[in-house]
Structure formats: C-alpha cells, structure tokens
C-alpha cells in the first residue's frame, strides 16, 4: 500500500485553491476551541458521530460522518420539488426555479482521457461526483458509505482485469494492530474484459470501516470516506453559536486571510462565525441562476452558518468554482432558489442554512465555494469530493 506524506497532500490542496484564489502566499492551521458568552442551541436532525480515533494528515487516516441524516425540508432523491417565494421573485425578476435531482451520476465515461498521477489520486481526496482516471482502469464512485462502497470500474487496458477480495477491500485495524474489517467483494473475482465497465460491491462486516484500499494493476493507494471524523476538542455539527476556531487558514496576495474547510461535515470558525457544508445534492437543472450545466452537470452544497457574535452578519458574495465556471453569486442571484437559498443576513447568534450551486465536469479543475462575510472569508475546498445528500 502507497501513502503519501503531508507535504505533497498539502501541495496538491494549495495547488487546486490556486484556481479558486488567486495569490495564495501562506498556509497555517488553527485548531484551538475559543470559549465565549451568549452561547445559543438549537434542535437538528442531522447527527455526526464522534471517533476516539486519532485522526492526522497521514493518508490512511480518514473520517467519518453518521450516514443516518435526516433532512427535516430535505429533497428525496428522484422528486421533483418547487420552491415558491413571492419576496425573492419580486426582487431578481425570475421565477423560483424548480430543483430536480439526478437519480444518478452520469455513466463512466471511456473515451481517452489523461490519466491521474497516484499523488494526484490521493492528493485531491476521494472524488464522489467525478471519475478518476488512470492507464488501464478508470472508475466512478456510486456509494460511499462506512462499511459499504458500490463503484463502477472501466477497463481501458488491453488486458481483463481481476477485481478480488484481496485488491479491493475495506480496511480497519483493532487495538492490537490486526485487520478487523471482514471486509469482501461481491461475486468475487470479478472479472472485465477490455472496454468493459462493471460495477462492484464491497462491504465489511466492521460497521466502522471507512477506508477502502485499491491495489489494481499496479495502481495501489486508499480511498477515505467523505465523512469528516471530529475529535473530542472539535465540533461535530453546528448547533450552537459558540466562537470557535478551527481549519486552514490562507491569505491572497492583498493579506485577506480565508478559514478553509477540506470535507464536508467539518465545522471551521475565525471567532466571529461558524461554516459547515453538510453535502452535496446533484441536480438536472440546465441551468441554476447565472451558472449553467455545460458539458457537465449542476449540484448544490448545502451549508450551515453561525453568527458568533452580537452584530448583524452579511453575505456580501460568493464564488462558485468548478469544471472551469468561475461564477460570482450576489444574494439577489441566490434568490431564484427560493427558501432554499442561503441567506444573506443573519442575526446575531443566529444559525441559518441554505444551497449553494457549482458546476461538475472534470475531477482535475478547482472545485470550490468562497464565502465573503462582514465576518470573514471562508472557503469549502474540494466540492467534488463531498458526500451525497
């Protein structure tokens, strides 16, 4: 098995935020808890689970998030839902648009494509919503959860490919160092003859296995789960609207400093305010506002945010960036959406949610949300790679 130090992981993260932020000089990390007054609770039906695994930057660490979310004004998968609000149609002119999520991701694609360095494969995370190429197989991710993964693989080679327990598999280890995943591939070995795309299930009888090694024709790194695991000092959920400081913190070329979230389900604050994206909803929609599908397809984040303090937030703007479309959302924009829309103001100790669209095409561009804030800038790294709501 292939790890990779954190030096290149870092390396390929700033790298990719290149394409979002322009004059990235520095990077530091931030993890202390900062206590403070006016503390605010509220009732959420999504849950996150906490480890007492030791989490690090290492590659075979990775993190987890409760699968059991429930979303009270959630949007089934295969509905069609519309949203109305008079007050924002009024405002941008538009009809609220009607969201129509995708039953499924698009088939895997099989013509010629550049393949994927294994640091790259591992330096830009586990993708969900885009392929990963490599010179003999590529392969979609359909299913990522603990304990289960569905994916499609494609055999682009010249050779058929054996897909078995033994280079494909969940991996977890006890207390005393062994494997304890009881980890298999269904109808195993799978065999795919050139041109061929399969799908594969693999399960583990360890509910708590999250990590999946890959080791196929000479290509051999981990996929982590897209579930961010929050240690005992950090917050697993935004629930209340308690300062707090947490994530990596980088400057643009003029000195702004931006708190930067790399998964969904963890919560980054500067002190003043909270952000948490929960995950992502692929959808139908040609076209979202002033963003449209391309060559590609639409989905959304859903993000949380707390107003820490006792002055009015604003949103001022966000960027939305992937597949190559570089959009700036104004809040007047965001309101084709709706009740769905993530607000533009918040009141002081006050938690709000809301979506937030970006286009998909290929796993290589910059996929990324820059929130500008009266209370900082934030930035939600790799979209492409969050969980599936």
């Given at each position: 098995?292939?790890?990779?130090?954190?030096?290149?992981?870092?390396?390929?993260?700033?790298?990719?935020?290149?394409?979002?932020?322009?004059?990235?000089?520095?990077?530091?990390?931030?993890?202390?808890?900062?206590?403070?007054?006016?503390?605010?609770?509220?009732?959420?039906?999504?849950?996150?689970?906490?480890?007492?695994?030791?989490?690090?930057?290492?590659?075979?660490?990775?993190?987890?998030?409760?699968?059991?979310?429930?979303?009270?004004?959630?949007?089934?998968?295969?509905?069609?839902?519309?949203?109305?609000?008079?007050?924002?149609?009024?405002?941008?002119?538009?009809?609220?648009?009607?969201?129509?999520?995708?039953?499924?991701?698009?088939?895997?694609?099989?013509?010629?494509?550049?393949?994927?360095?294994?640091?790259?494969?591992?330096?830009?995370?586990?993708?969900?919503?885009?392929?990963?190429?490599?010179?003999?197989?590529?392969?979609?991710?359909?299913?990522?959860?603990?304990?289960?993964?569905?994916?499609?693989?494609?055999?682009?080679?010249?050779?058929?490919?054996?897909?078995?327990?033994?280079?494909?598999?969940?991996?977890?280890?006890?207390?005393?160092?062994?494997?304890?995943?009881?980890?298999?591939?269904?109808?195993?070995?799978?065999?795919?003859?050139?041109?061929?795309?399969?799908?594969?299930?693999?399960?583990?009888?360890?509910?708590?296995?999250?990590?999946?090694?890959?080791?196929?024709?000479?290509?051999?790194?981990?996929?982590?789960?897209?579930?961010?695991?929050?240690?005992?000092?950090?917050?697993?959920?935004?629930?209340?609207?308690?300062?707090?400081?947490?994530?990596?913190?980088?400057?643009?070329?003029?000195?702004?400093?931006?708190?930067?979230?790399?998964?969904?389900?963890?919560?980054?604050?500067?002190?003043?305010?909270?952000?948490?994206?929960?995950?992502?909803?692929?959808?139908?929609?040609?076209?979202?506002?002033?963003?449209?599908?391309?060559?590609?397809?639409?989905?959304?984040?859903?993000?949380?945010?707390?107003?820490?303090?006792?002055?009015?937030?604003?949103?001022?703007?966000?960027?939305?960036?992937?597949?190559?479309?570089?959009?700036?959302?104004?809040?007047?924009?965001?309101?084709?959406?709706?009740?769905?829309?993530?607000?533009?103001?918040?009141?002081?100790?006050?938690?709000?949610?809301?979506?937030?669209?970006?286009?998909?095409?290929?796993?290589?561009?910059?996929?990324g949300i820059v929130i500008y804030t009266s209370h900082?800038?934030?930035?939600?790294?790799?979209?492409?790679?969050?969980?599936?709501?």
């Amino acid at each position: 098995m292939n790890y990779f130090s954190k030096t290149v992981k870092t390396t390929i993260i700033l790298l990719s935020l290149l394409i979002i932020l322009s004059g990235c000089s520095s990077n530091k990390s931030i993890n202390n808890e900062v206590s403070g007054n006016g503390e605010v609770n509220i009732n959420t039906d999504e849950k996150l689970v906490q480890h007492n695994e030791k989490a690090d930057d290492s590659a075979n660490k990775f993190s987890s998030l409760d699968e059991n979310i429930s979303e009270g004004n959630f949007i089934e998968a295969g509905q069609t839902v519309t949203v109305k609000n008079k007050a924002a149609e009024k405002d941008t002119g538009d009809s609220i648009i009607e969201l129509i999520p995708k039953m499924q991701l698009p088939d895997l694609n099989m013509k010629p494509q550049e393949s994927f360095s294994v640091e790259e494969a591992v330096g830009f995370r586990t993708a969900i919503l885009t392929p990963v190429y490599h010179d003999t197989f590529r392969y979609q991710i359909r299913e990522f959860t603990k304990a289960r993964l569905v994916i499609d693989i494609g055999n682009t080679g010249s050779k058929t490919l054996m897909v078995t327990d033994a280079n494909l598999y969940f991996s977890i280890f006890d207390i005393e160092g062994n494997e304890a995943a009881e980890s298999k591939v269904h109808g195993s070995p799978i065999s795919i003859a050139p041109g061929e795309v399969k799908r594969v299930v693999v399960t583990a009888e360890n509910p708590e296995a999250s990590a999946v090694c890959i080791n196929i024709d000479g290509i051999s790194y981990t996929l982590g789960g897209p579930f961010y695991r929050a240690l005992s000092h950090e917050e697993a959920d935004i629930v209340n609207t308690k300062p707090y400081k947490h994530g990596y913190v980088i400057y643009d070329e003029e000195g702004h400093s931006y708190t930067m979230a790399e998964m969904a389900g963890e919560v980054i604050g500067n002190g003043d305010a909270k952000v948490m994206a929960v995950g992502v909803l692929p959808v139908d929609n040609e076209k979202i506002g002033p963003i449209d599908k391309g060559n590609g397809f639409l989905a959304l984040v859903k993000v949380k945010i707390a107003n820490t303090t006792s002055e009015v937030m604003t949103i001022d703007k966000i960027l939305s960036d992937g597949a190559g479309a570089n959009v700036t959302f104004t809040p007047e924009e965001l309101a084709v959406l709706g009740e769905k829309a993530l607000p533009s103001t918040i009141k002081p100790n006050t938690i709000v949610e809301g979506w937030i669209p970006f286009k998909v095409g290929d796993g290589r561009e910059g996929y990324g949300i820059v929130i500008y804030t009266s209370h900082g800038r934030f930035v939600l790294n790799n979209t492409n790679t969050y969980r599936i709501l």
